[in-house]
């Protein structure tokens, strides 16, 4: 497996899997996936502002993304970014997000963030699982904020102080 910074030619891999999740999974609350331009545009909005956008690949197909985008528009938030990990529906429980979260958190960091924060939406147990593996703490929890497939969910924020070296 390779971890390379996105390109735009990723963006019908990146709808694919993020497809899935958003028609079968609760990590996300969209109910709607974007289609493949809207990842292109996505991906080279993040690539000219410098910001981390990363997809993990396997025999030439990406299997994973993730990106770290800033976490409000206001001006004291700059130095704060959320991440985003997802993993392909056929690679899932390989191991890769604990490959790839550590990569984007390096990346977020060179980038000049200094907090990351991770919004888990339906408090995800294995979202949970993979950032509380890679240095990030509990931080809130806000319940019932969510309805998808007919249940209320949870979204579970957890923190990672990227100005500490975590090696």
Request: charged residues 20%; aromatic residues 8%.
């Amino acid at each position: 497996m390779t971890i390379r910074p996105a390109r735009v030619d990723d963006a019908q891999a990146i709808a694919a899997i993020y497809a899935w999740h958003v028609a079968n999974g609760t990590a996300t609350f969209d109910t709607a996936a974007p289609d493949a331009g809207a990842w292109a545009e996505k991906i080279a909005d993040f690539l000219a502002r410098g910001m981390p956008f990363l997809a993990a690949e396997r025999d030439g197909g990406v299997i994973a993304y993730a990106y770290a985008a800033r976490f409000r528009d206001r001006a004291a938030y700059a130095h704060t970014c959320e991440d985003s990990i997802y993993v392909s529906h056929e690679a899932r429980g390989g191991g890769i997000g604990s490959v790839l979260l550590p990569a984007l958190i390096d990346a977020a960091r060179a980038a000049g963030f200094e907090q990351m924060l991770a919004v888990v939406g339906g408090g995800e147990p294995s979202s949970v699982a993979l950032h509380g593996k890679c240095g990030f703490v509990h931080a809130g929890r806000m319940r019932n904020v969510g309805k998808k497939f007919g249940r209320l969910l949870d979204t579970v924020y957890m923190q990672c102080d990227l100005r500490e070296d975590r090696t």
